[in-house]
């Protein structure tokens, strides 16, 4: 059963350019967490979704961020116009099913962008 | 506004002996806390967790301790092993919601 798979691994942008980072989760998880996580701290939410569906992007930032987890697919986390301060690492977790009754969620080895 | 703290940045251990991580937290609703370790250049992966009911459980050489009046919990590693070396993150969870709260991490160090 293969983990949580992000890609690319390691994404450098432009200021401006567009970022696409992917996340496939866990065989059998429909709910899918990103994270962000910035040097020297800890990890913090961004956007919960379930196939088709945002449930919850109260920490994703209003402007130049979207989310997305299609019915075929992987779950799309874009940024718009990146700038500087869009450089730190974007965890992806998945979940069997809605917590709590499902709390360990399970983390992909991270996307780490780079804006230049 | 930290809900989850970790106050100590960096730990260092001899191997063979006891680890102690601390986390504090502020949010009496959180009811559901999990401890996660992670490598450099990977995603964190989940260690142990703790039910606000409870005020322990073990896992093999790892303990969590839970201590509600204080809203306090700490990780115990007995015996610290070379692989330990990692950080370890304490995240929080409360019951009507599905945000993992984490803390900013410490950098366990075992030392040979």
């Known amino acids: 059963n293969a983990g949580v798979m992000q890609n690319p691994r390691h994404l450098v942008r432009r200021r401006g350019q567009e970022a696409r980072l992917r996340c496939s989760p866990m065989?059998?998880?429909?709910?899918v967490y990103w994270y962000r996580q910035l040097p020297e701290e800890g990890l913090k939410f961004m956007v919960y979704?379930?196939?088709?569906?945002?449930?919850?992007e109260s920490g994703m930032p209003k402007e130049r961020f979207s989310a997305e987890f299609p019915k075929e697919g992987p779950s799309i986390l874009r940024i718009q116009q990146v700038v500087r301060g869009d450089s730190a690492a974007y965890f992806c977790a998945s979940s069997p099913r809605q917590n709590p009754s499902s709390y360990e969620q399970y983390f992909g080895p991270g996307t780490r962008l780079t804006v230049t | 506004d930290q809900q989850v703290k970790q106050n100590s940045p960096s730990l260092s251990v001899q191997e063979g002996r006891i680890s102690i991580l601390n986390c504090d937290y502020t949010n009496s609703m959180f009811d559901y806390f999990l401890w996660y370790k992670k490598y450099p250049a990977e995603g964190p992966t989940f260690l142990i967790s703790?039910?606000?009911i409870k005020d322990k459980n073990e896992d093999g050489r790892f303990t969590v301790f839970l201590n509600k009046s204080a809203k306090h919990l700490s990780l115990h590693i007995v015996p610290s092993q070379p692989g330990d070396s990692a950080v370890y993150f304490c995240a929080a969870l409360a019951d009507s919601n599905y945000q993992l709260i984490w803390g900013a991490g410490t950098k366990l160090i075992i030392k040979p």
């Open positions: 703790i039910s606000s």
């Open positions: 065989k059998g998880h429909s709910h």
């Open positions: 979704l379930q196939k088709e569906n945002i449930i919850d």
